[in-house]
C-alpha cells in the first residue's frame, strides 16, 4: 500500500521563524516571479510573502481542507512559498485527476526524506511515469503478487497466526494488550517470511525499528521540502537522520540479499522447495540490486504500517458498536465455527466482516489525501489552470463523508457495503481509499488478505473489551498515515471452548 507525502504538519515556530529570517535575506534568490497564468488559477486564502500559507497550516490538514473547501468551493490552491498547492474535494474533479487526465497527474513529486531511502526514487511508491516505472510495477504486480505466489505463502501467514499471534494473545489474556503492536508484529513476521523466509529474530526486532522511524522522518515537517534554495543547509537534520537509517536498512538488505545468492549459486534450496519473493525477484534479469532492495522496503514499510493502522481503527470501532461485534461474531460461528480457527479458505465468505473493514477504511482512509500528484504540464480542472509541476492532493476523506454521496456519512454502518458491493478497485470515485488510476496501490492484493486474516484472527479467537475506567477515544493523528493519537489498549478473553486451539 502506498506512502502518502503529508508533510505540512506540526511545524515548529521557532523553525517557521528561523526560516522567515533566512528567506527574508535570501528573498530575491528564492522567491518566484508570479505566472502569467495567475489570473485562472483556482481560488484560494492569500498567502504571506515567501513564507506563503505555511504559518495557517494545521496539525490535521484533511479536515482543514474540508472546511476550506465550504470557503473557497470544491478546488482551491494555496501556496507554500513559490510552491503550488491544488487540493480537490469532490468526485467530478478527481475523476479528471486519476482518471480521465492520468497520464498527466501520474507523477509525485519527491520530498528530500523520500529520495534518501528511495535511493533517488527507484521504488513503485516515488518512482516518476516513466519505462521505468512500468516495468516495476509490471514486475510487482504480474511476477510477485499474483495469486500463485499469494498462494504459495498462505503457509507463512498460517503459521504466523496460529502458532505465534493467538498464542502470544491467549498468555496476554486478562491483561491490557496494545493492539497496534501485536498487529505490527505478526505483519512485520509474517512479510519477512514471505520476502526472504528469515526466522532471525533479532533480525526482525531491528527491521521494526527502522520501519518506524522511517515513517516518523517521512512525515516529518522539513524546511528542506518548502524551499529547496535551503535543503543544503538540512536545518532540521532530517537528510542525516534519514540517511542513517538507509545504512541500517541497507545492511539488513544487502545481507539477507548476499546470503540468498550463495544460495542461488550453491543450488541449495529452501527447506521446502518453494520461492520466497526475493527468489523470484533475484531471478528476474529486468532488475538490478538497487530496484530490488527499493521494492524490498516498499513491501516492508507499506506493508506493515497501513494494515496496521486499518486493524487498529476497525477493531476500534467494532468495540464501540456492540450491534457491529455481534454481528461479526455470529458470522464467524457460522463459517468458521467454535471447534477450529480461522483458515484462509474461510476469508472470501466473511461478507460481514469484510464490509466492516470497507466501512472502516471509508471513515478513517489511511492516506486521506492519498500521495500527491504532480501534472507533467500545464492542464485545466474544472475551468481553472493547474501548473506543471504543483503539487494535487485528493481530499477522500472529505469525499467519503460528504452528506451528498453517502446517507448518515457519520455513522459507522458497514451494511452500506453489503448493498453495493463497492471494492478496493477505485473504480467508484465516490469511494477510494486506496487511490484510484496509474497510482493505485499496487500491493492491495497482499494488503486486503492480511487485513481479513489478522482481524478475523483475533476476533474469533478472543473476546475484546476495554479497560474499565478508559474510554474508547477517536482522536486522530495525521502523520504519514492517518493513525489513531492514542493507541488502541484491549484485554482480550478466550473464545473458543477448546483450550489446545490456543497451543
Known sequence: ????NHIYHNLELNIVVTLFIIASILYKFVFSTPS?????????PYSLPIVGYLPFLGHKLHKQFTNMARTYGPIFKFYVGSKLHIVINTPDLAKVVVRDQDEIFANHNLTVAASIITYGGQDIAWAQNNAHWRNLRKIFVQEVLNNKNLDACSPFRRDEFRWKTIKNVYGKIGTKVNISEI??????????????????????????TVVSKIVELLGKPNVSDFFPSLAWFDLQGVARDMKEQLKKIDRILEGVINERMLRIESNTKSLDGKKDFLQILLELKDLNLIQVKALLQDIMVAGTETTMKMIEWAMTEILNNSNVMKKVHEELEDIVGVNTIVEESHLLKLKYLDATIKETSRLHPVAPLLVPRSPSKTCNIGGY???????????????????????????????????NHWDYSGNNLKYFPFGSGRRHCPGLPLGEKMLMYVLASLLHSFDWSLPKGEENDFLEKFDITLKKRNPLVAIPSQRLPDASLYM
Do not use: H
Request: glycine fraction near 2%; aromatic fraction near 10%.
Open 1 to 4: 500500500m502506498s506512502q502518502p
Open 36 to 44: 502569467n497564468d495567475a489570473s485562472s488559477l483556482p481560488p484560494g
Open 183 to 208: 498487529c505490527f508484529m505478526t505483519e512485520a513476521n509474517v512479510l519477512t517470511n514471505m520476502v526472504w523466509e528469515n526466522s532471525n529474530a533479532s533480525n526482525k526486532r531491528e527491521l521494526q
Open 385 to 419: 489552470t493547474i501548473l506543471k509541476g504543483c503539487n494535487v492532493f485528493v481530499n477522500v476523506w472529505s469525499i467519503q463523508r460528504d452528506p451528498r454521496y453517502w446517507d448518515n456519512p457519520l455513522e459507522f454502518n458497514p451494511d452500506r457495503f453489503l448493498k
